[in-house]
């Protein structure tokens, strides 16, 4: 069974830095696009960055970019992605989600950005950013 599970949420200070991360199981995801996107309160969920899984590049959201990294271990077999978050606005405040795309060639061939291209999602991890 594929599951993906969130942690190293919590509450971080304006200016400051938290690093979550995704550990996914069930199968390897070395094929699998990796993404994380953030839902605030009455808002839709939104892309914030994702990583291929062939080849590693990367793609990141302007609303966070020169802040947050995506990255995941080099080695497949742990299957951990990580978003690294610095320099933390109010405004990042949300529930951060997983997401694996699978290997679908449909969703693989979708734009990383678009929530319709990840088949799999974790529960989420919630962010609060202080003033």
């Known amino acids: 069974q594929v599951q993906l599970v969130e942690s190293g949420g919590g509450l971080v200070q304006a200016g400051g830095s938290l690093r979550l991360s995704c550990a996914a199981s069930?199968?390897?995801?070395?094929?699998?696009?990796m993404g994380w996107f953030r839902q605030a309160p009455g808002k839709e969920r939104t892309f914030v960055a994702s990583?291929?899984?062939?080849?590693?590049?990367?793609?990141?959201a302007d609303s966070v970019k020169g802040r947050f990294i995506i990255s995941k271990d080099n080695d497949n077999t742990k299957n951990t992605v990580y978003l690294q978050m610095n320099s933390m606005k109010l405004e990042d405040t949300a529930v951060y989600y997983c997401a694996a795309t699978g290997t679908s060639t449909w969703r693989l061939g979708r734009p990383r950005d678009n929530k319709d291209a990840y088949d799999y999602w974790g529960q989420g991890t919630q962010v609060t950013v202080s003033s």
């Open positions: 990583i291929n899984g062939i080849g590693g590049a990367t793609n990141v």
């Open positions: 069930g199968r390897t995801f070395s094929r699998d696009a």
